[in-house]
C-alpha cells in the first residue's frame, strides 16, 4: 500500500531533550516535506526536499534541522525542543513538482513539549 | 509575501444541499491550488489540484475552480452528505512553498 508514515505517532518531551521524528514513504517520490499545523495558523511549512541530498527552508524553519540522505526518509529533528514547539506535525510526498505535485501526507504526530 | 485566506471559517448546512468553499490569494503568480481535506485526528487527503493553467477540476461531487487574476478559488460540493463533514483546507504552490488557508469546518446536519 502506498503511504507515508510518521512515527511516534504521539510524543511528550521536556524542553531541551532532543528528538526525532521519522518520516518514510513507499512511493519512490522525490519532494517531501514538513509542516506544523496549529490552531488558528493552519498548516505552515518548517522545511522541504526536492531530492536525495537537498533540502531548503520552508517558513518556520528556526529550532529545526532535517535531512536526506536516503529518497525514502525524510527525518525533523529538534535539537533542543521548546514549548513553542508543541504542535501537529505532518510530513508530506510527491512525485516531484512539476508532474501535478498531488501531495501524500501522513496521519501527523502530535508533539508537547513540557 | 503569498497570503491565503479562506471563508467562512465554519459552515452548517442541511444534508442535500449544495454549497461553495471559498479560497482567497494574494499573489496570482501560483504554480497550482490544491484543496484538501481534513478528518479529526486523521491525515490529509488531497481533494482537487488545479494547475496554473487551468480554470477548473472535477471528481464526483466536487467541482473546484480558479481564477488567478482576481486571487480566487471555489470548492462545490453537490448534493452534500454527513459524510461530508471534514475540514476543508486550499494550499497554493508558490515559490516552491505550499501556503496554506486557515480551512473551513463543514458540519452537514442529517
Known amino acids: 500500500e502506498a503511504q507515508v508514515t510518521q512515527n511516534p505517532r504521539y510524543l511528550i518531551t521536556v524542553t531541551g531533550k532532543k528528538l526525532t521524528v521519522t518520516c518514510s514513504q513507499n512511493m519512490n517520490h522525490e519532494y517531501m516535506s514538513w509542516y506544523r499545523q496549529d490552531p488558528g495558523l493552519g498548516l505552515r511549512q518548517i522545511y522541504y526536499?526536492?531530492?536525495?541530498?537537498?533540502?531548503d527552508k520552508g517558513d518556520v524553519p528556526e529550532g529545526y534541522k532535517v535531512s536526506r540522505k536516503e529518497k525514502r526518509n525524510f527525518p525533523l529533528i529538534l535539537e533542543s525542543p521548546s514549548p513553542n514547539q508543541t504542535s501537529l506535525y505532518f510530513c508530506?510526498?510527491?512525485?516531484?513538482?512539476?508532474?501535478?505535485?498531488?501531495?501524500?501526507f501522513g496521519p501527523g504526530t502530535r508533539l508537547l513539549v513540557l | 509575501k503569498q497570503e491565503v485566506t479562506q471563508i467562512p471559517a465554519a459552515l452548517s448546512v442541511p444534508e442535500g444541499e449544495n454549497l461553495v468553499l471559498n479560497c482567497s490569494f494574494t499573489?496570482?503568480?501560483?504554480?497550482?491550488l490544491q484543496w484538501f481535506r481534513q478528518d479529526p485526528g486523521k491525515g490529509l487527503t488531497s481533494l482537487l489540484l488545479i494547475q496554473s493553467s487551468q480554470r477548473e477540476q472535477t471528481s464526483g461531487r466536487l467541482n473546484a475552480s480558479l481564477d488567478k487574476s482576481s486571487g480566487r478559488s471555489t470548492l462545490y460540493i453537490a448534493a452534500s452528505q454527513p459524510g461530508d463533514s471534514a475540514t476543508y483546507l486550499c494550499?497554493?504552490?508558490?515559490?516552491?512553498?505550499?501556503?496554506w488557508g486557515a480551512g473551513t469546518k463543514l458540519i452537514i446536519k442529517p
Open positions: 526536499s526536492m531530492n536525495v541530498e537537498v533540502t
Open positions: 508530506a510526498s510527491s512525485p516531484a513538482r512539476g508532474d501535478g505535485g498531488t501531495q501524500y
Open positions: 494550499a497554493v504552490d508558490s515559490n516552491y512553498q505550499l501556503i
Open positions: 499573489d496570482s503568480a501560483i504554480y497550482n
